[in-house]
């Protein structure tokens, strides 16, 4: 039996009833930690007495004597009636008058033999807030006991009784009670009507039902205590091995004897109990051997069991609570008998050791508990073996726009009547302000109207308003205003007036508001004071006077609030506007933000993000805590409690919105039970009588925490405890409370300032400390959802005992937890400050995934097992962080393993983890190469790290698209400081997982370039420069400048897409661009400069050179830089000046009057270079070199279908944006594209097509339905709208080309669904080398290698007198995969790619007739990473074919391809640039 309970219940009690009230003494607060102590042994060596019974009248009286054998006695069993009622009925009912209108009824049935009994009790009664307040009476017991079953929705009230909530159905309330307990012989209770405070007794006392019972008459006979024990279990296994107190274990324990007492009198012997119960538990050899191992140690001594209990229960303590193993428990038992015996051999008498004990006079050889932890190092967690993939959580991604409210905001009484006043407000508005009266509202709208002052109020209050009123001179103070400016029937008071309100109707509608105008002449009034007067009650502004100014109200500087795109903004105008309200106190938003949640569920993803940043900003102190409002703790956690429930169930039925939800949950506090809540101010009185410390700062402490507690509170104790432990330093309380955020003048800004600093007595120091430690938990029970003590002890239960008028409190244990859970939970509180933190950390993760399962189950406890998660999580980062020291000297195999550990973190904390678990099995597969010592490991590991960071990245794009707008625009209606509005985001990221697994990557990043001899950078074009550094965030917002002057770019992000823009003789970025990418191409065609730089300081340092003049020299490998002066850069541009470039023209073609070609007929006169190349490579190329069957849509098609009647309209539209678009106005690109997708196809062209793509052999995309040819249609006038696109427009600007000459034809080919693709160029680019193949592989389409799509592609080299012995020189690390269906694709073949000195390859759109599914890879189990035959077999055939195209053309070749099943596939091949 592993379950520490279990056995506790199993061997009846941890100690003896002296024992508990030892610990009682010591300590009167129960946590989970307690009672771990020789729970297998402890009862066995105190065996009870058996138990007598005698029956006197209508009462059971339980003695403590052996009972003589033979004598009869009787068992009451209690079943159940009301009042006096008559055992031989089976049913019995009465009904009682309580007041007019409310009558009960009670009722309640015998048993049959065996089985629990049901009260019934019903209110008729129009109330909807009625409670049973109750509890059970047991045997020789005048006090209410608690049973353990209970109606739904029972709670613990001051630890002294239940109170259940009745079930409303029409006019009845109702309520059954269902008792299985033996022990009960009556039930007591009150009926309290919490709306109306009002309690209903019967005759001014307690309603008393006496309850039947049902006699067994059996002989004197004992049950072994062993079977009870067992009984005992098998009841704790029933109940669902819940944890109980030491009290409710003795209640189970009596409880299982009085079961096996009633099997005795119905005839059942001691062997057939045995025989029955042994069977149902499976009692194991093991339970046998404790009970004879506990029985042989028992008899070696006379000692009593309950002093070596005792004895052995302080040495546990002192050893600091270990958790023992059953063998160390029996020998620890033995030490405390030994201990003892010395004490009887030296003379003591008994009743001497028992004072001794008490006194701890006890001479011990147990070392004191260290003062600080010591390393765990070789203590560690057996971690289970998981399939990561179990892991996997994956939603389809949704675009962030704006979520519009669905239906238009329906204005209130008070807000129409504002809008018509200023409507007919012929001067402008000074002020205007609509404060909330409970329900209702009240408006103040002051303007300037035909010259005077006008001061309009109004007020949908119910009962006659009175306005009691002055005017200002001076802001404030109260003047009686002058009677030519009161309103009719004022009436004048000395230093006052008051006028009554006038009820109106607004736009005839039928509610009715009360509406009052005042005209102030006088200039040199400057303001108005008010009360109202209403039902008798007059009504202020949060207890102070209402104040209005009869002038603008200065405007804080402040950016625009904007349009709120990307936001909920009909939300976030919500809480601007409740903002005032809610700064009264955390109850006040707490409870707004619960009324908001439904309102942000509907809105989604971003309405979430509304209610993060809000809370956020709260938690951060970037709003107001509490404003003039005195709340009770119990309010707040009451709230709290509210809207954590809110956002459990939202957790439940949105798993989509599961990580934003968590990111909430860990802004608020935990919230809890009334009584939990109820502790923070019944508590701090407790620990200011106990220790006699009621005045200075604890009196204001207890001031501010009576009138309203905050997280601040939790670092105060905290500071006062560190205070306390540095033997009264009073700079250790300073530093800890202004290390979070707390200085002098914070603790001064509260409405119950702390002025005075701690200043305690020597003889307080340990009191203190021990009672700030309990209160801790009480504040983080409440405040702390993430902190890891009070989450695990809110998930495993505990009981706070009451003391005096403090209630006390006991949270119960969730159910369902795993087996061995408590244990693994000890282990990691155990560790939690080691030093070496690695067997931390796998304590950590394996707690989180034994969590794991629970998190997606229904639990109504739910939000304390995600507290528990996000505490964990919290934890790891924290442990991270302290084991950086660890790190200094270690092993790449380490600090890989620390990185596996943090990534299993990070994602078991996010909701669409796919890429990263890819990255945590590359990281797996990194340290199995390692350890076989693999050639190529650094070189892998470095891939894994370039993609963890690419996700790492993503996931921050990810945030800062959801959270930044909601923060900017929530931020500025709020007035937040602009500092943590900028850095909202980045503050989100740095708080997480996400920010130690960086730091992680960074550490390793230079031990795996320097291993795998990688350098700090990537030569891409090797291309000496001189320029003026300019630093700017991507490539993509430049790529259309002109630079004057001779630029080198600093680019923090390039796709692989950009142009490199004018004047720019160089790009350096960290980024990771595809050496064969556009972009990469582009360099080294325009002659300029571009690395990539994988040391982030020695891009740092460039960086810094901004605006300063640059010369780089680069190697293949490396880039050296050096400042040069400004005079300097003449000389240099006239010796490195370079020939002008050619000319470049292009030739306009016409249509040849065919709309589609085969492969046969292509000429330079109707298609281009692309086409004619892939149709030369056929029957030239080795067999075994694939190339598809194309076909053509000629030079000048697209103009022919332009001229077509078909497109008249479409054509005359063109003509109008082209014109737009030559008089300079480039925003109409996009229009030109999407008018070309307007066209319709001729019948001729259709017909054409079809007939050659089907006598080449290739599917007609017509055959499969009308639909299909409407998708290949859209396809081909793509490739005609991207003669269009901003990239390909902008660069034939660049070189002078007539962009009306630009022709273009499209290539056909059907798609080879391809497993890997390749672009090969059979010169090295990097270093010019012509005997060396430089090529580049990607998973499934080539798209991905040469568009914009992030991380690199593996690459190698090959020698072409050696193309056997290809040589890798990076892995992929692209996430992201492209596959098909078979299709069709149709490519751009212009005019204009292919230029002399211009490479325009890559500028146009090739398009596939179905979209390609994005697939995220993973490589950790791909045949060309893993089996290194194939990936020389693989790679050796593309070296083999390129070098064999190469010699079909005589000169370097650009050559693109694909694997399919082993096999080689060229698709297209064009000059090298």
Not at 380 to 404: A, C, G, H, Y
Not at 803 to 811: H, N, R
Request: net charge negative.
């Amino acid at each position: 039996m592993s379950n520490t309970i279990g056995n506790n219940l199993l061997h009846q009690s941890l100690l003896s009833p002296t024992v508990l009230e030892h610990q009682s003494r010591s300590n009167t607060s129960t946590s989970i930690w307690g009672n771990t102590f020789l729970q297998h042994q402890a009862n066995s060596l105190t065996h009870r007495a058996p138990i007598s019974t005698e029956f006197r009248g209508r009462r059971l009286t339980l003695q403590k004597n052996k009972l003589q054998m033979g004598k009869m006695y009787t068992i009451l069993r209690s079943t159940k009636a009301v009042l006096a009622a008559d055992p031989s009925s089976v049913q019995q009912m009465e009904k009682f008058r309580l007041d007019e209108k409310v009558e009960l009824q009670v009722d309640v049935g015998l048993p049959t033999s065996g089985s629990a009994s049901v009260v019934n009790i019903q209110v008729t009664s129009s109330s909807d807030s009625l409670l049973l307040h109750w509890g059970a009476i047991k045997k020789q017991q005048d006090k209410w006991s608690l049973p353990q079953s209970r109606p739904v929705g029972t709670m613990v009230y001051k630890n002294r009784a239940l109170r259940s909530p009745f079930v409303k159905s029409g006019a009845n309330a109702a309520l059954s009670i269902e008792i299985d307990d033996p022990a009960i012989e009556a039930l007591e209770f009150l009926i309290y009507d919490e709306a109306q405070n009002k309690w209903y007794k019967y005759n001014g006392g307690n309603f008393h039902v006496n309850l039947p019972k049902t006699e067994f008459t059996i002989p004197n006979i004992s049950v072994p205590e062993d079977l009870v024990q067992i009984q005992a279990y098998l009841r704790w296994e029933r109940k669902g091995k819940q944890m109980y107190t030491p009290e409710q274990e003795k209640e189970e324990y009596e409880a299982a004897r009085m079961e096996l007492l009633e099997e005795v009198a119905r005839g059942a012997s001691t062997q057939d109990l045995r025989a029955k119960l042994t069977s149902k538990s499976g009692t194991s050899e093991s339970k046998d051997q404790f009970v004879s191992e506990s029985k042989s140690i028992a008899s070696k001594s006379n000692i009593p069991d309950d002093l070596v209990q005792i004895q052995a229960y302080i040495r546990w303590e002192k050893a600091g609570k270990p958790n023992f193993s059953a063998e160390q428990k029996l020998k620890e038992f033995e030490e405390a008998r030994k201990e003892l015996q010395v004490e009887l051999d030296k003379g003591s008498s008994l009743e001497d050791i028992r004072k001794k004990i008490t006194k701890g006079e006890i001479q011990t050889n147990v070392p004191k508990k260290q003062a600080t932890k010591t390393n765990f190092s070789n203590d560690r967690v057996q971690r289970r073996k998981r399939d990561i993939m179990s892991l996997l959580t994956k939603f389809e991604p949704k675009s962030i726009k704006e979520n519009i409210s669905p239906a238009p905001e329906v204005l209130s009484a008070i807000k129409q009547f504002s809008m018509d006043k200023e409507a007919h407000i012929d001067g402008p508005i000074l002020n205007k302000k609509i404060y909330k009266l409970g329900d209702k509202e009240f408006l103040v709208l002051v303007a300037k109207s035909s010259g005077k002052t006008k001061v309009y109020l109004a007020t949908d209050l119910p009962d006659p308003v009175v306005l009691h009123w002055a005017l200002s001179k001076n802001a404030g103070e109260w003047t009686a205003p002058p009677s030519t400016m009161m309103p009719p029937d004022s009436v004048s008071l000395d230093t006052a007036a008051e006028t009554n309100f006038t009820t109106i109707s607004v736009n005839n509608q039928p509610y009715k508001i009360q509406s009052l105008e005042i005209a102030v002449e006088d200039e040199n009034f400057v303001g108005m004071p008010f009360v109202l007067l209403s039902g008798g009650n007059w009504i202020k502004n949060s207890g102070s006077d209402f104040y209005v100014e009869f002038k603008t109200s200065p405007a804080k500087v402040q950016k625009d609030a904007g349009d709120g795109e990307g936001t909920a903004k009909f939300l976030l105008d919500k809480i601007a506007d409740l903002e005032s309200e809610a700064q009264k106190s955390f109850m006040h938003r707490f409870n707004i933000a619960a009324d908001l949640m439904e309102q942000a569920t509907s809105a989604g993803e971003v309405g979430l993000a509304g209610i993060l940043v809000w809370m956020r900003y709260m938690a951060t102190r970037q709003l107001i805590w509490n404003k003039n409002y005195n709340v009770k703790p119990r309010e707040i956690s009451k709230a709290q409690d509210r809207l954590t429930d809110l956002l459990q169930n939202v957790y439940k039925s949105c798993p989509e919105y599961r990580e934003i939800l968590r990111m909430i949950l860990s802004t608020v506090g935990r919230g809890g039970e009334g009584d939990v809540g109820q502790r923070i101010r019944d508590e701090i009185l407790v620990i200011q009588r106990n220790n006699d410390c009621k005045g200075g700062l604890m009196e204001e402490w207890h001031q501010k925490l009576h009138n309203n507690t905050s997280p601040d509170d939790v670092v105060i104790c905290q500071a006062l405890m560190d205070y306390l432990k540095s033997d009264f330093d009073i700079s250790v309380y300073w530093k800890t409370l202004n290390d979070n955020g707390i200085t002098k003048e914070r603790l001064l800004s509260y409405d119950r300032a702390i002025h005075s600093e701690p200043n305690f007595r020597r003889d307080q120091k340990d009191g203190l400390l021990r009672d700030l430690g309990h209160y801790m938990r009480t504040l983080k029970a409440v405040h702390s959802g993430a902190d890891l003590e009070s989450a695990i002890t809110n998930c495993l239960g505990y009981k706070d005992e009451g003391q005096g008028f403090m209630v006390g409190v006991q949270i119960n244990p969730v159910q369902g937890l795993p087996a061995g859970f408590p244990e693994l939970l000890r282990f990691v509180i155990n560790h939690i400050e080691d030093r070496n933190v690695e067997a931390l950390l796998e304590g950590l993760l394996e707690a989180r995934q034994e969590l794991r399962p629970l998190l997606s189950q229904s639990n109504d406890r739910l939000k304390d097992i995600l507290f528990l998660d996000i505490a964990l999580d919290s934890a790891v980062r924290t442990a991270v962080e302290r084991g950086y020291e660890e790190l200094n000297n270690a092993s790449p195999e380490k600090i890989m393993y620390f990185i596996s550990l943090v990534a299993e973190n990070l994602t078991l904390s996010v909701g669409d983890n796919e890429d990263l678990l890819y990255c945590l099995k590359g990281w797996n597969l990194a340290r199995s190469m390692f350890k076989s010592r693999d050639e190529h490991w650094a070189l892998f590991a470095k891939s894994v790290l370039d993609r963890t960071r690419l996700s790492l990245a993503s996931k921050a794009e990810a945030y800062h698209q959801l959270l930044q707008p909601s923060a900017e625009y929530l931020g500025t209606l709020l007035g937040v400081d602009q500092g943590a509005v900028n850095i909202f985001t980045e503050e989100i990221i740095r708080a997480g997982s996400a920010a130690s697994l960086s730091s992680l990557l960074n550490r390793l990043d230079p031990v795996l370039r320097k291993t795998a001899n990688l350098g700090s950078w990537q030569v891409i074009s090797p291309v000496e420069a001189v320029g003026y550094v300019v630093v700017v965030d991507q490539l993509l917002s430049v790529q259309n400048k002109s630079y004057s002057r001779p630029t080198i770019l600093v680019a923090k992000s390039v796709k692989g897409e950009e142009e490199i823009p004018d004047g720019a003789v160089a790009v350096l970025t960290p980024d990771m661009p595809d050496v064969l990418s556009h972009v990469s191409v582009r360099a080294r065609n325009s002659k300029v400069c571009f690395a990539t730089c994988f040391d982030p300081n020695i891009l740092a340092n460039i960086e810094a050179h901004e605006g300063k003049l640059l010369r780089l020299k680069p190697t293949s490998a490396d880039v050296v830089y050096s400042e040069m002066k400004d005079d300097e850069l003449v000389s240099s541009a006239n010796s490195n000046e370079a020939s002008s470039a050619p000319s470049l023209s292009l030739e306009r073609k016409e249509f040849s009057g065919r709309y589609a070609i085969a492969s046969e007929e292509f000429t330079n006169e109707l298609v281009g270079a692309k086409s004619r190349n892939i149709a030369h490579l056929k029957g030239k190329v080795p067999s075994w070199v694939n190339i598809p069957t194309s076909v053509a849509l000629p030079f000048g098609t697209f103009e022919a279908v332009l001229s077509n009647n078909l497109n008249q309209v479409v054509a005359e539209k063109l003509l109008v944006l082209k014109k737009k678009l030559y008089e300079g106005d480039f925003s109409c690109l996009g229009e030109i594209r999407n008018t070309v997708l307007e066209l319709s196809a001729p019948p001729q062209l259709i017909k054409e097509l079809k007939e050659k793509m089907q006598s080449s052999g290739m599917p007609w995309p017509g055959d499969e339905g009308a639909e299909r040819w409407e998708q290949a249609w859209m396809a081909i006038k793509k490739v005609w709208a991207s003669k269009w696109n901003e990239r390909a427009y902008f660069s034939t600007r660049k070189v002078k080309l007539d962009h009306d000459c630009l022709c273009m034809a499209v290539l056909v080919q059907e798609i080879v669904n391809a497993d890997y693709a390749f672009v090969i160029h059979t010169t090295n680019p990097s270093s010019g080398d012509s005997s060396e193949i430089y090529a580049e592989v990607v998973k499934g389409l080539g798209e991905t290698l040469v568009g914009a799509y992030p991380g690199r592609a593996l690459s190698f080299i090959c020698k072409k007198n050696d193309l056997k012995s290809p040589h890798i020189l990076g892995y992929p690390s692209k996430p992201i995969g492209l596959f098909i269906r078979r299709s069709i694709i149709f490519r751009s073949d212009s005019n204009g790619e292919d230029l002399e000195g211009y490479a325009g390859a890559g500028l146009y759109d090739s398009v596939p007739m179905d979209e390609e599914d994005k697939v995220v890879l993973d490589y950790s189990s791909d045949a060309l990473m893993i089996d290194g035959d194939f990936r020389h077999s693989i790679l050796s055939s593309i070296a083999v074919a390129a070098n064999a195209i190469e010699e079909l053309y005589g000169s370097p070749q650009d050559i693109e391809g694909v694997v399919k099943d082993g096999k080689i596939y060229v698709v297209q091949t064009r000059p090298q640039m």
